[in-house]
Nanobody
Framework: QVQLVESGGGLVQPGGSLRLSCASS????????MSWVRQAPGKQRELVAV???????NYADSVKGRFTISRDNAKNTVYLQMNSLKPEDTAVYYC???????????WGQGTQVTVSS
């Protein structure tokens, strides 16, 4: 059974930091692209960051220089370090696993991040 469980969300003041985690099981983690996707109220889902199986990364322009995605294949976990948070970063953050050269596509349940003073 595939599971992706996000954690680490919460309420933080502007300029603060949070670290999201996504613990995965039930599939070959090291073979998957892992991404963080967010959805703010009334807006479409936005790809925030993606990391390949070899560690290559890509970021949305809106988070470059502030967010860092990383993975630990031994722990089947992907992280998103978020620094210098802004109110516009407020959203539900979802973890996604996309199989490289395959059909696997899995989602977590999401974790709420709220940036407010």
């Amino acid at each position: 059974q595939v599971q992706l469980v996000e954690s680490g969300g919460g309420l933080v003041q502007p300029g603060g930091s949070l670290r999201l985690s996504c613990a995965s099981s039930g599939f070959t983690f090291s073979s998957y692209y892992m991404s963080w996707v967010r959805q703010a109220p009334g807006k479409q889902r936005e790809l925030v960051a993606v990391i390949g199986s070899g560690g290559s990364t890509n970021y949305a322009d809106s988070v470059k220089g502030r967010f860092t995605i990383s993975r630990d294949n031994a722990k089947n976990t992907v992280y998103l370090q978020m620094n210098s948070l802004k109110p516009e970063d407020t959203a539900v953050y979802y973890c996604n696993a996309l199989q490289n050269m395959g059909s696997g596509n899995y989602w977590g349940q999401g974790t709420q991040v709220t940036v407010s003073s």
